[in-house]
Nanobody
């Protein structure tokens, strides 16, 4: 069982930075790949970034490549999403997610079983 809690969202201006955190409970957290998704108003939830259980491998959506960085601290059982040079189109609720068991990451939300409650990011232009 894994429980995820996101934090760090807020209201910023275009060009600013934010760091989101995904804190997990559960002894097996360090063996799980973790992904970030986001959902903007009126749009479907979309993949943002994912990281392997070791942190040695990552994947990003094209829309955020070069601006966002996903990393993890297994000692703190937390995964982070560093978001730089934010744009108005980054406005969304951001969710972190974990698969049902130890497995590689995926950009498909169907691969994920555990979800946090989400944290709101608003970027004003």
């Amino acid at each position: 069982q894994v429980q995820l809690v996101e934090s760090g969202g807020g209201l910023v201006q275009a060009g600013d930075s934010l760091r989101l955190s995904c804190a997990a409970s559960g002894r097996a957290f360090s063996t799980y790949s973790i992904a970030w998704f986001r959902q903007a108003p009126g749009k479907e939830r979309e993949f943002v970034a994912a990281i392997s259980w070791s942190g040695g491998s990552t994947r990003y959506a094209d829309a955020v490549k070069g601006r966002f960085t996903i990393f993890r601290d297994n000692a703190k059982i937390t995964v982070y999403l560093q978001m730089n040079n934010l744009k108005s189109e980054d406005t969304a609720v951001y969710y972190c997610a974990a698969p049902p068991r130890r497995q590689g990451y995926s950009s498909s939300e169907r691969a994920y079983h555990y979800w946090g409650q989400g944290t709101q990011v608003n970027v004003s232009s």
